[in-house]
C-alpha cells in the first residue's frame, strides 16, 4: 500500500508528518492491506494564519483495486485531530465497501448456483 502526503503551504509537512500519517493509515488499514493499493491524504489550512476553529482539513482518498476511489474529509482544531478523524472515516469507509462487494459476490455466487 502505497501512502502519498500533501500539504498546503500553511500547513508545516515534512519527515515527522509522513512517518505519523504513514504509521497511523498502515495500522489502521492493516486488514485490508491485501486490497488498498493507494492511499492520497491532502492536509490543509483553510483559514491559514487567521486561525479558527475547525480548520484544519484532512482529505484521505483510498484507490481499492478494482474499484472507484473513495473520498473522506475531517475538519479538527489541529492537525492531529484531523488526520485521526480521518483516518477513522476512511477505514470505516473501506471495510463498509469491501463487505458490501463481500455480499455481492457471494449473492450472486448462489445465485449461479441455483441456475444449474
Known amino acids: ?12 509537512g515534512g519527515e515527522l508528518l509522513i512517518k505519523y500519517v504513514d504509521g497511523l493509515l498502515k495500522d489502521s488499514l492493516n486488514s485490508f492491506i491485501d486490497e488498498v493499493t493507494r492511499v492520497e491524504v491532502y492536509i490543509s489550512d483553510e483559514n491559514g494564519p487567521k486561525g479558527g476553529d475547525d480548520d484544519l482539513r484532512c482529505t484521505m482518498e483510498a484507490r481499492i483495486r478494482g474499484m472507484k476511489p473513495i473520498a473522506v474529509t475531517h475538519h ?14 476512511i477505514t470505516r469507509s473501506v471495510r463498509k465497501t469491501l463487505e458490501k462487494r463481500r455480499e455481492h459476490k457471494l449473492a450472486q455466487q448462489k445465485h449461479n448456483k441455483e441456475e444449474e
Do not use: S
Not at 500500500?1 to 508545516?12: A, E, G, L, P
Not at 479538527?76 to 472515516?89: P, Y
Open 76 to 89: 479538527d482544531e489541529n492537525v492531529d485531530l484531523a488526520i485521526a478523524g480521518a483516518a477513522d472515516r
Open 1 to 12: 500500500m502505497q501512502i502519498q502526503v500533501n500539504t498546503d503551504y500553511n500547513v508545516k
